[in-house]
């Protein structure tokens, strides 16, 4: 089955740009979906079709897909972007082992 | 507007069995394809299984193939997840979530269902 990596921890400060990849072979090809999960809650759909952004998912949350490597980019990070984040490709239910973005 | 609703908090003893409702609202029942995905404490998402209203099919992920049922009722545009022998490891929060099948992604989810296996 298609396996997605993800680093398990990322951190930025207040401001900061942080940056959470995921990787599969040759993931470019294929549609990349991204979720946060806050603590307690469900997961939250913030990015899906590589860049494209739901009704009200802020401006600072984009993301690109390219070779084996689709990444999420989250400028100017608050402290409410602290929360767990997964990728899922498209063409199955298969989720990237997630990454905890720690805001310092 | 979608709505995903689940059942509320279960303790359940090793060995038994579950049943986990997602209630749907705001589309036309036929055309709302559910996902189950559950995480466990520590761990990430784990895809279970989905269901096709349109085509009254579930799909199961290898590792719950009868281990999960996933049924519905048309009638209260409402999804069921049996999940079955219980252990230790079950332990999990569940969710249902929107599968507009193809590509889609999963949106939205209901708020999850957590479920305790507890002797």
Known sequence: SYVLTQPPSVSAAPGETALITCGGNNIGSKYVHWYQQRPGQAPLLVLHYNTDRPSGIPERFTGSNSGDTATLTITRVEAADEADYFCQVSDSVVFGGGTKLTVL | ?119
């Open chain 2, 1 to 119: 507007q979608v709505q995903m609703v689940q059942s509320g908090a279960e303790v359940k003893r090793p060995g038994s069995s579950v049943k986990v409702t997602c209630k749907t609202s705001g589309a036309t029942f036929r055309n709302i394809g559910v996902t189950w995905v559950r995480r466990a404490p520590g761990q990430g998402l784990e895809w279970i299984g989905s269901f096709a209203p349109m085509f009254r099919r579930a799909l199961y992920a290898d590792k719950f193939k009868g281990k999960v049922t996933i049924t519905a009722d048309e009638s209260t545009n409402t999804v069921y997840m049996d999940l079955n022998s219980l252990t230790f490891e079950d332990t999990a929060v569940y969710f249902c979530a929107r599968d507009l099948g193809a590509s889609s992604p999963l949106d939205p989810w209901g708020q999850g269902t957590l479920v305790t296996v507890s002797s």
